[in-house]
């Protein structure tokens, strides 16, 4: 067998993306030789224990980290800056530090000032999830075809950066780096602003009286439930993706508002042809989708 | 074998929605003894003829109604007055005229005009479709486990609304009468706003500039993805349903927007509590369609 990826790699935080990325490296050894959990909550850790997803689970994020060559920290964006802040004193010399935070900004701006020297930092991005949460949701081919966003900060290595992509592209995703306030602004558009609009939408047909609201679950399937599914995902963690990315997730909500009002508009006054070409591209866009494979 | 419900069904569009009922009707003979089809498009005739799924294809309107205990208005929606008045003067006295528009107001008001006192005409939806349109995207399947909902029209006779209920009932579907206003406006949260966001927030994605319009065609799985596939439906019907639902749809539309402009504020000012309430609803919305059944 080949050498792996690290000696020893520390995922903090086991939910979704966590214990998906620990199911993966416990397949074969060409990413860790050991792998070692940490979750600030004792059920999460209790949990992934007796699932076995890992070789072993710490029972702090000090001893998590003892030895590790890298670290990845797997928890909402908001949780981001305390977790780093308690583990880096106890990081070894040379060690990456990683994280798969939907903002990119935010992540860095709060983690930098407890940094070290002598340690890596490289945020990162799986662009991967599904609408379920917690160490049971998560499963090893999660990432696979799917894209990492790597954000590299000012000034830093590149080797260590080269390693994180190798990372995710054993466990089967693409990898491309790109400046952080690039990647929120395109995340802002493609996941921020319709997680928004699911929640809203979900919130705005629970405010109808009584037998509308129940008629809204009863014929769902005409257009409604495709945008509950990702009305489903983990409160917590899509509150602070909200607050991370506020200034780029409200500019593209007040584009969209404009293209919506400009829509309400048409119907109001009866513009087809308005009507028909924002229509038409909607099924342009669906079409390159198909033919990229990313329907 | 029992008696078929008609003896002659009469299909006039045969699109996704008619193609399926064609497809259904040809399976068995309980729902009629003869299929007969009619689209005003000549290459939808043929295609029609080609495909085999009905027992004839009739060269023009009246040719296709002759006879008919029970014609099947499956045009869209701006298309159903002119198609009415095409056909009723040369339907037999006694038979059934009943449509699947998405709106139902509009199609009543449109039709009564041209509707004769010997024949009984009464409004239903089914609510089901896919993405694709046209005849070669029918399925005898589409109506199974889907509603139809019957909006009789004031004074008519209950046995052809009855006979209507069963014609979709044969299908599959479950059917239940409501009041026209009712049902638009129920349909204009479940769909008609569903798909306005859709359409709007691929405009909206298509109107960035070069290098942010392809990331969002390749990061789509994280969230937007699931917005477009049903932006990828047919624009003339859509177009028609936005324009014949215009009231009750920018009522929606405008509850929408308020609902969204108070998360924006909430996301603006960090009103934490606020943006956790509203995704919990979503979450919530989504686990009532699982126990339903219409996830």
Redo the contacts between chains.
Sequence with gaps: MTQPLFERLTVIGLGLIGSSLARRAMQDGSIAREVVAYDASPTVRTRVAELGIVHRVADTGQEAVQDADCVVLCVPVGAMAPSAAAIIPYMRTGAILTDVGSTKQSVIREIQPFLRPDLHFVPAHP???T?YSGPDAGFSTLFEG??T?ITPIEGGDPEPVAKVAALWQLCGAMTREMDAAHHD???A????????????????????EGE?RN???????????????????D??M??DV??NN?EA??E??????E???A??RA??W?D?EF??D????????????IE?K??
Tied chains: 1, 2.
Excluded: K, N, Y
Excluded at 189 to 208: E, K, M
Excluded at 252 to 257: G, K, N, P, S, V
Excluded at 278 to 289: T, Y
């Design positions: 662009i991967a999830g609408e799917r894209w966003l602004r395109a995340l558009i493609v996941s921020h602003l319709p997680h928004l609009l699911a929640f809203t939408i979900c919130g705005t047909a629970d405010d109808l509308s008629e809204v679950l009863q014929f769902a399937a005409s257009g409604f439930r495709d945008f509950t599914r990702i009305a489903a995902s409160p917590t899509w509150r909200f607050l506020r997730l409200l593209m909500l007040a584009r969209f508002t293209d919506a009002q829509m309400a119907i109001r009866g087809e009507i028909v924002r229509i038409e591209r909607g099924r342009r866009i669906r079409r390159s989708l990229i990313q329907a």
